[in-house]
Each structure stands twice: as C-alpha cells, then as structure tokens.
C-alpha cells in the first residue's frame, strides 16, 4: 500500500539535544498527524496540523504542515530518556483514510 | 475512563486456519477502524466502521472482513491464514466518521501464523 517517506529511519542522540524528522508525500495532503508508538502499544497522537504553513507545539514537540502540502516536519528540543519510541507521521487526502509513513526510531542515551 | 481494549493480546495460528479479534471503543465513541502494522512499517488501514455500517475498506483481500455490533464494539476475522497476515492488528476508535477525528489506538493483538 502507499506509505509516506519518513526520515531519518533512526536516531541515535544524546539526552538534551533537540531533534528533527521529517515526511515527504508526492501527492498533497489535507491532514497531517504525528504519533509516537511505544513497545507493546498503540500510536498515541502527539500533533495534528489542519492547514498549510501551520505551526503547531506540544510542550517541547512542535510539528509544520508544509506549505506545498506534500511535506511536515516534526521537532523535539531538549531530548529526555521517555522520548525514546517510534515516531510515524500520518496523513490523509479528502475522503481517503490515513496513511502512514515508515517510522523514526529514537534512542536517546543519558 | 477505559481506553480502547483489544483481546487476545497474543494469538498463534496455522496456515489456513481463521482468526478472530476484538475491539471495544472508548465508551461513547461510535467509529472503529482496524490497521495492520507489520513489523518495522507503519499501520496500514484495512476497515473503518461507523454506526455498524462499513464506511472505508483499504487494500485488503476479501479474507479480511469485520462487523460492528450494536454496542459498538468490532470484530476482525481473517479467514484462509497466510504467513505474511502476521503482524500486529490495530485497533482505534473515534467519536465520528471523519477521517480527520482524533483517532485513539488500542495495545493491538500480535498474531503469529506458522
């Protein structure tokens, strides 16, 4: 099935430095959502973006619908230990259902 | 309040033997939508339900297929197993149809098929 283009696929940083991931789609999108899915759990939503050139934050998270809508972005600053998990970027096209793209593992060392 | 519950947790099936799973939606919420993520990839959308009519179906064989039930609780069965159904089913639920309506995950059923 289609699937969006997430980078990086992993992550290796050190604790307190800020991070930077990004989803890429060749077709324009009207939503886009970032989850982090834990082990053993389900993807729980962290940011959805509603329109172009939003910028939205979630405590130290913050995520941008790009403004050609094919693209986002999603930051983390100041990395901690609980950050550690996978992050996927989701999104949709009118009417259609969510996509999502392959994921970034994060591993954050103390 | 009780999130999204899946059962079973872990499940181990045969080839060509059919498989059931369970999702009850966070109380309230009338959508329920089954993905598939198989290891190292992102959930795939198979089904969304709404009001116990089917209301999206991704690109999934015809062995797949789910109900909703007047509760709003949902079942996924799968039937004539093959190798490559294993994976961790999905469950999420949502207040409405919408696709953009926040979408709440349950822990998943990790099936294995040998």
């Known amino acids: 099935g289609q699937q969006l283009n997430q980078s990086p696929q992993s992550m290796f940083i050190q604790e307190g430095e800020d991070v930077s991931m990004n989803c890429t789609s060749s077709s324009i999108f009207n939503t886009w959502l970032w989850y982090k899915q834990d082990p053993g759990e389900g993807p729980v939503l962290l940011i959805a973006l509603y329109k172009a050139g939003e910028l939205t934050s979630n405590g130290r998270l913050t995520a941008q619908f790009g403004i050609t809508r094919k693209d986002s972005f999603l930051n983390i600053s100041a990395s901690i230990p609980s950050d550690v998990g996978i992050y996927f970027c989701?999104?949709?096209?009118?009417?259609?259902?969510?996509?999502f793209g392959k994921g970034t593992t994060l591993s954050v060392s103390s | 309040d009780a999130g999204v519950t899946q059962s079973p947790t872990h499940l181990i099936k045969t080839r060509g033997q059919h498989v059931t799973l369970r999702c009850s939606p966070i109380s309230g919420h009338k959508s329920v939508s089954w993905y598939q993520q198989v290891l190292g990839q992102g959930p795939q959308f198979i089904f969304q339900y709404y009001e116990k009519e089917e209301r999206g179906r991704g690109n999934f064989p015809d062995r797949f297929s789910a109900r909703q039930f007047p509760n709003y609780s949902s079942e996924l069965n799968v039937n004539a197993l093959l190798l490559g159904d294993s994976a961790l089913y999905l469950c999420a639920s949502s207040l409405s149809r919408a696709i953009i309506d926040t979408q709440y995950f349950g822990p998943g059923t990790r099936l294995t098929v040998l």
């Open positions: 989701a999104g949709n096209q009118a009417g259609t259902a969510l996509i």
